[in-house]
């Protein structure tokens, strides 16, 4: 049986600037009605590749293609306007001087009942139909991004590069359009390239995340598994805070105030780091200079001190101090907790939900 075809594949994008590799041999896939998210800090070539892509910039070396067929190398090139590629940004740069309705019609061909028909199909879908005959300027800032994700959606791409199109609305407004948007883009079945810095919108909107470093792809699956397989300690840390405790290898163990964790093929003598997220810490009350017992699943108490704690919420925050080392641990706790300063605590945290790295290991 035949595989399908990517929607949208690059293979091998390099891209420098001024002797500096800005992409470097970034390859991924998109299919029909996937959304897959190029993660990472500012400066890490998510852009770039998006404009390489979409025939804006030109790659110095590597492969673009459109359902099979080639659409750019080095030597062959299809101009932006043909590549049936829509484009959506931060800034929404709607014509002021042009109605809502015109607006959205930018680009389109066909009659003019025909392209007033798809406009006012695209609208409704937005809840915007009622303004198809006013001025950007009567919009906010929500229905103007909406109104540039109609117009984006008009031409019926194939595929759809997102740079950062949600950074520049109120936070209150972000889920919602978000939730629409990606909506709106399943329906239409366009292939979706959406590049953020943001690890929540990744998450919430993504089929697949493509984490990005220095201008390579360093991890590229499923949110899951990205979030619980991660590659190394900066890929935890990139979508939370994170506790590192140190050790040494011995027989394929690193003993720790915590007990003993296991750390498969890192030789002897090797220095590891511990990962744990803030909300896998466990809170266990002092009894008299006395912790909870060890279990199989969540290992050995280590006691410490509160530093501070404060209300975030939907939870608090808890900072104690270890007595082991002096090394402050972060635990985040539902609802409210807030431990006075001083107060000793016992904390424990389960095996299966903490990372062993060497030290000093990232994948870029």
């Known amino acids: 049986m035949a595989q399908p075809v990517p929607r949208l594949e690059i293979r091998n994008l390099v891209r420098r600037f001024g002797g500096q590799t800005v992409v470097d041999h970034v390859s991924l896939s998109v299919m029909p009605g996937q959304v897959t998210c190029l993660l990472g800090p500012s400066g890490c070539g998510k852009s770039t590749t998006l404009r390489m892509i979409a025939g804006v910039e030109m790659q110095d070396s590597g492969e673009i293609y459109v359902d099979g067929n080639l659409i750019c190398d080095t030597v062959f090139r299809i101009p932006p306007e043909r590549r049936h590629i829509g484009l959506m940004f931060q800034d929404f740069a709607l014509f002021p001087h042009l109605s809502v309705g015109d607006n959205v019609a930018f680009g389109l061909k066909g009659t003019k009942e025909e392209k007033r028909a798809r406009v006012e199909e695209l609208l409704d879908k937005v809840g915007l139909k009622r303004f198809i005959d006013g001025f950007p300027y009567l919009l906010s800032g929500g229905e103007q991004q909406r109104v540039a994700l109609a117009r984006a959606l008009a ?91 140190r050790g040494v290898v011995k ?8 007990g003993q964790f296991l750390a498969p093929g890192i030789p002897d003598g090797a220095e590891v780091e511990i990962v744990i997220r803030p909300q896998h810490l466990k809170i266990d009350l002092d009894r008299a200079g ?45 609802n409210v907790f807030l431990p006075k300063p001083g107060k000793p605590l016992w904390l424990m945290f389960r095996r299966d939900r903490c990372f062993v790295f060497p030290l000093g290991k990232s994948v870029v």
Do not use: C, W
């Open 155 to 245: 031409p019926r791409p194939r595929i759809m590069l997102m740079d950062e199109p949600f950074s520049g609305l109120d936070n209150r407004l972000r889920d919602d359009i978000r939730d629409q948007t990606l909506e709106l883009l399943k329906e239409e079945d366009a292939a979706v390239l959406l590049v953020t810095h943001e690890p929540e919108e990744a998450m919430r909107m993504a089929d697949e995340i493509a984490l990005m470093r220095k201008g390579k792809i360093v991890q590229q699956g499923a949110p899951y598994n990205i979030y619980n397989a991660p590659v190394d300690k900066q890929a935890v840390s990139f979508f939370s805070d994170i506790n590192v405790i």
């Open 251 to 258: 027989g394929a163990l690193t003993d720790t105030a915590f």
């Open 290 to 334: 006395k912790g909870p017992l060890p279990t199989p699943q969540d290992g050995v108490a280590a006691r410490g001190e509160v530093v501070r704690a404060r209300f975030m919420g939907s939870e608090s925050l808890v900072e104690i101090r270890m007595d082991f080392d002096g090394s402050i641990l972060k635990a985040t706790v539902p």
